[in-house]
Nanobody
Framework: QVQVVESGGGLVQPGGSLGLSCAAS????????MAWYRQAPGKQRELVAT???????SYSSSVKGRFTISRDNAKNTVYLQMNSLKPEDTTVYYC???????????????WGQGTQVTVSS
C-alpha cells in the first residue's frame, strides 16, 4: 500500500508566499512523475505543475513564474513553492504521485488528501 500525505497549507495575505510538501511512503520501488493539482468547488481539477523523474518541470499558464515545483527523490517528496500569491489561488491543492510498487515497470497513480490554501487579507 502507498500513502501520500500533503502538508503546508494555510492562510496567507495577497502577495505572500507559502510552501507545500507531499511525501509518499509505503510499498515503493520507484516513482515516476509527481504533480500538484488544485480544485475549486464546482470546478474541474486543474493541473498546476509537474516534475518528471529526471527533474523536468512544466507549469500551468496561471502559475508560471510564480510557483516552483521540486522533488527530493531520496525522501520520495515533492514540493511546491508558491510566491506572489493571489486571491484566485485560493482552493484545495492535491498531490499526485506515479508509483511502481514492486519493480514491475507498471506505475499507478496515488492522490493525497488535499490541503487548503487561502489567500486573503
Amino acid at each position: 500500500q502507498v500513502q501520500v500525505v500533503e502538508s503546508g497549507g494555510g492562510l496567507v495575505q495577497p502577495g505572500g508566499s507559502l510552501g507545500l510538501s507531499c511525501a509518499a511512503s509505503g510499498s515503493i520501488f520507484s516513482i515516476n512523475a509527481m504533480a500538484w493539482y488544485r480544485q475549486a468547488p464546482g470546478k474541474q481539477r486543474e493541473l498546476v505543475a509537474t516534475i518528471t523523474s529526471d527533474g523536468g518541470t512544466s507549469y500551468s499558464s496561471s502559475v508560471k513564474g510564480r510557483f516552483t515545483i521540486s522533488r527530493d527523490n531520496a525522501k520520495n517528496t515533492v514540493y511546491l513553492q508558491m510566491n506572489s500569491l493571489k486571491p484566485e489561488d485560493t482552493t484545495v491543492y492535491y498531490c499526485y504521485v506515479e508509483v511502481d510498487p514492486r519493480g514491475s515497470g507498471y506505475y499507478f497513480g496515488y492522490w493525497g488528501q488535499g490541503t487548503q490554501v487561502t489567500v486573503s487579507s
